[in-house]
Each structure stands twice: as C-alpha cells, then as structure tokens.
C-alpha cells in the first residue's frame, strides 16, 4: 500500500502530524509513506524512517518571486515528482485551499481528510472539494490525535495506543556541535511570534537561577528574540545565548537537552516528542490542544489567560530532576 501525507506547516503541526506514521505502519507494516511538506521543515520529518520520500514544498519562498522563469520552473518541478507516483491513499489533515490542492493535484485512489476544524484553527472548508472521504473530528481534538484518527477511520483499525514520533533517542557518546556542552544543560524556549504567549522576563530569571549549577542555554530566531535572550543571560549565572541555529540544530538542541522549559511553541513540543523532560508553559492558549499527554516526563503547566507560576515551575524541575 502507497501512501502520501499532506502537512505541510507550520512546525508544531508536522510534528503532531508524525504519530500517523508509526500508526500506519503498526497496522500495515509494509506500507511505503512518502510526505509533502514545506522545505524548511525537510529535516524534522527525515528523522522519521517510516517516511519513505519527502516531497519539499516552498510555497513560502516562491510566493516572493512568482514572476521569476527559476520559480515558476520549481513549481513544475514538485507537481511533476507529485505525480510521479500513484497512491492507494493522499492524506491531508491541514484542512487548507493550498493543501487542498496538492491533494487534488496528487494522483490517489483515495483522498482523506478532515471534515471540520478544531476551535480557534484556520481550518478552510472549501478543502473538503478535494476529498473522497471527509472524517470528523470533535472541535477540542488534540493536535496529535486529529490526524491519527483520520487515518485509522480511512484504514479500519483502532486509535489505542500512546502516540509514536518515531524520533530517535540520543545515543551515549553521540558527536555534538561544539556549542552544545558536554554536560547536561537546560533549554529555555522563550520566544514565540504572539507576545501575549510569552512569559514573564523576571519569571525566566527566577528559574534559571534556581537550577544552577545547571547551564542554561537561551535559543532565539529573531533579532528581538535575540535581545530578549541577552537580557535573560544578563540575569542568570552561567546562562549562554546560542550563535542562530538551523533547524536540524535546534532539533538536535532539544533532543539532548536533560531539562527543556517552554511556552507554546514548536521547539517546546519538540522536546516532549523526544520523551525528554519537558516543562510546557501556557499563557495564552489553550493547553487541551497541543499539551504533551504521552509520558510523565512532561509536565503541562497554566492555560489560555492563566499562567504558571514560579513555584509551579519550580515544582515540576523538582518532579523532572
């Protein structure tokens, strides 16, 4: 059996997309699994060896360059390797126009996707033209378990399991780059687009300081993330703001990290996919949708216009330490 998955964005939503790989190859182990996705995101998805062949999308950088004769040639390009292969079953459970139309574009026999969106998505329904079967959801589905269930209601087996990212485990001894120490070390993940997300300067401070002698290591994607970074190393003893990593190397930050705190945000979720211990921070969105429910190893703290605490936090380093 052939299938293709259709997810392509942002980075938490593949992440939560990978468990529908584990899923289908548990209930039929020789299905051979290729996936579109945006190209940035090319990396994550290759850690996954259920995924057979990755078809890179660049919608982000065509769009800027649509009049170009190199762009409009990429574009051919992918809808040629798109169409390349025939497929018993597409899959998109982004439930988007632009999704939609790869899917339509796909040559499948069946093509699966999601009925409904879940509250507060950018679901678009007009992407339910493209499909031969439309499943759905309850609205306040977990991120992970969408997808999941699309599939198994499309291949007739039973959602019953803990999710399986598929992503391999740090190996003893393994090569790190040479800003990644040795020792273990804490990750903050501070940054996030959405301003009311974050969580408090003073807060970060308070935390960092309490695990020393522990290192803390401070990522950032932006120059005001950077900044913001520079100014929490400013408060905490031994604190180092890392040089602007990739995206492969900010995978590799959160698979080896002994302690990662976050707010709501990819490399947060990341960190819980790898089963490390991950301390996940709400403040203004809501926990029910993208929580690491799959191991006591992450602990889930504050929700949409509550945030944690200090001593919440601090309790649960005491419970992950």
């Not at 996030?192 to 290591?217: D, E, F, S």
Request: proline share 7%; with cysteine.
């Amino acid at each position: 059996m052939k299938i293709l998955l259709v997810r392509v964005s942002s980075l938490g939503d593949v992440l939560h997309n990978l468990p529908m790989v584990a899923d289908i190859k548990r209930h039929f182990p020789d299905a051979v699994i290729d996936w579109v996705v945006e190209e940035g995101y090319v990396s994550l998805v290759r850690l996954n060896p259920g995924v057979r062949r990755i078809i890179p999308w660049a919608l982000r950088r065509w769009r800027k360059s649509l009049t170009k004769r190199a762009t409009r040639a990429e574009i051919a390009a992918f809808f040629h390797e798109l169409r390349a292969e025939e497929y018993d079953y597409v899959f998109d459970t982004q439930g988007l126009l632009k999704t939609g139309i790869i899917m339509g574009a796909a040559r499948g026999r069946h093509k699966v996707g999601l009925a409904n969106g879940s509250e507060g998505s950018g679901y678009e329904g007009i992407s339910r033209i493209f499909h031969t079967q439309s499943v759905p959801t309850d609205p306040r589905t977990h991120a992970v378990a969408r997808g999941r269930i699309v599939a198994a209601a499309a291949l007739g087996y039973a959602v019953d399991v803990a999710p399986d990212f598929g992503l391999p485990a740090p190996v003893p001894g393994e090569a790190r780059p040479d800003w990644m120490p040795e020792a273990p070390y804490a990750v903050f993940f501070h940054g996030t687009a959405r301003a009311a997300k974050k969580w408090a300067r003073a807060n970060w401070i308070a935390v960092g300081r309490a695990l020393a002698p522990m290192p803390v290591l401070l990522a950032w994607g932006s120059a005001a993330e950077k900044a913001e970074a520079e100014a929490l190393a400013a408060g905490i003893p031994g604190a180092r703001v890392l040089p602007k990593l990739s995206m492969d190397e900010a995978v590799q930050l959160a698979r080896h990290a002994a302690l990662a705190i976050g707010v709501d945000t990819g490399l947060t979720h990341i960190a819980a996919a790898f089963v490390r211990p991950t301390i996940e921070l709400y403040c203004d969105s809501p926990k029910w949708k993208t929580e690491g429910n799959w191991s006591p190893r992450i602990v889930n703290l504050g929700d949409r216009g509550a945030p944690p605490s200090v001593d919440e936090v601090l309790a649960a380093v005491g419970r992950l330490t």
